[in-house]
C-alpha cells in the first residue's frame, strides 16, 4: 500500500497524506519523478512497460510516485533501485525540471532527474511487474519512439532537449 503526501498548488505540504487510488483531496497534488540516466556518451537507459500496466509495452525512462515522508531526490534513487535494479550515486546527477500538473487525473508536481553512469545492461535486474526490457538508446532511437507511439509522453516532453543534451 502506497500513501502520498499532499501539497498545494505552491508544493507546500498540507500536512495531509492519502492512499494511492483514493481521490485527490480538491487543491491537492502528489510528487511523481522521471529518471533519466545517461551513460555519458549520449546513450539513455529506456525500459518498456510491463503489458498489464497503463499504456502499455511503451518505451520510458524510469519513473513513479513519491511516497509519505520522502523527497523527490529520495524517490528517484528508490525508483531506480526497484524496477531495474541499479544504485545510483546520488552526486551523479541532478533535477533539471519540475513542473506542475494540473491536467492529470490525479495532478501532481513532475520532477525529471538525470543521472550519469555507466554499467553493463547485464547489470539491469528489471521488476517484472513494472519493466519487462530495458535498453541503451541515443536520442535518435528516443525520437523514433515519440514520432511511432511507442514513448510514454508527459506534457509534451517539455524538457527532452534538456535531457538529451544533460552533461554532469
Same mark, same amino acid.
Given at each position: 500500500?502506497?500513501?502520498?503526501?499532499?501539497?498545494?498548488?505552491?508544493?507546500?505540504?498540507?500536512?495531509?497524506?492519502?492512499?494511492?487510488?483514493?481521490?485527490?483531496?480538491?487543491?491537492?497534488?502528489?510528487?511523481?519523478?522521471?529518471?533519466?540516466?545517461?551513460?555519458?556518451?549520449?546513450?539513455?537507459?529506456?525500459?518498456?512497460?510491463?503489458?498489464?500496466?497503463? @499504456?502499455?509495452?511503451?518505451? #520510458?525512462?524510469?519513473?513513479?510516485? $513519491?511516497?509519505?515522508? /520522502?523527497?523527490?531526490?529520495? +524517490? *528517484?534513487?528508490?525508483?531506480?533501485?526497484?524496477?531495474?535494479?541499479?544504485?545510483?550515486?546520488?552526486?551523479?546527477?541532478?533535477?533539471?525540471?519540475?513542473?506542475?500538473?494540473?491536467?492529470?487525473?490525479?495532478?501532481?508536481?513532475?520532477?525529471? @532527474?538525470?543521472?550519469?553512469? #555507466?554499467?553493463?545492461?547485464?547489470? $539491469?535486474?528489471?521488476? /517484472?511487474?513494472?519493466?519487462? +526490457? *530495458?535498453?541503451?538508446?541515443?536520442?535518435?532511437?528516443?525520437?523514433?519512439?515519440?514520432?511511432?507511439?511507442?514513448?510514454?509522453?508527459?506534457?509534451?516532453?517539455?524538457?527532452?532537449?534538456?535531457?538529451?543534451?544533460?552533461?554532469?
Amino acid at each position: 500500500m502506497e500513501y502520498w503526501d499532499i501539497y498545494d498548488r505552491d508544493r507546500h505540504f498540507t500536512g495531509m497524506t492519502m492512499k494511492r487510488g483514493d481521490p485527490m483531496p480538491k487543491g491537492g497534488y502528489h510528487i511523481v519523478v522521471q529518471v533519466w540516466i545517461t551513460d555519458g556518451h549520449g546513450h539513455f537507459l529506456i525500459t518498456q512497460r510491463a503489458p498489464s500496466k497503463p @499504456y502499455p509495452l511503451r518505451w #520510458e525512462p524510469t519513473a513513479g510516485s $513519491v511516497l509519505a515522508k /520522502e523527497d523527490s531526490l529520495q +524517490a *528517484a534513487l528508490r525508483e531506480v533501485k526497484e524496477e531495474v535494479g541499479i544504485t545510483l550515486d546520488a552526486s551523479r546527477g541532478r533535477r533539471i525540471a519540475s513542473q506542475r500538473c494540473d491536467e492529470w487525473a490525479c495532478p501532481g508536481f513532475l520532477d525529471i @532527474y538525470v543521472f550519469e553512469q #555507466e554499467f553493463p545492461l547485464e547489470e $539491469v535486474c528489471m521488476q /517484472e511487474e513494472e519493466v519487462i +526490457a *530495458a535498453r541503451w538508446m541515443d536520442a535518435d532511437e528516443i525520437h523514433v519512439l515519440i514520432r511511432q507511439g511507442r514513448f510514454i509522453e508527459n506534457n509534451d516532453m517539455f524538457y527532452l532537449e534538456d535531457v538529451l543534451a544533460f552533461r554532469l
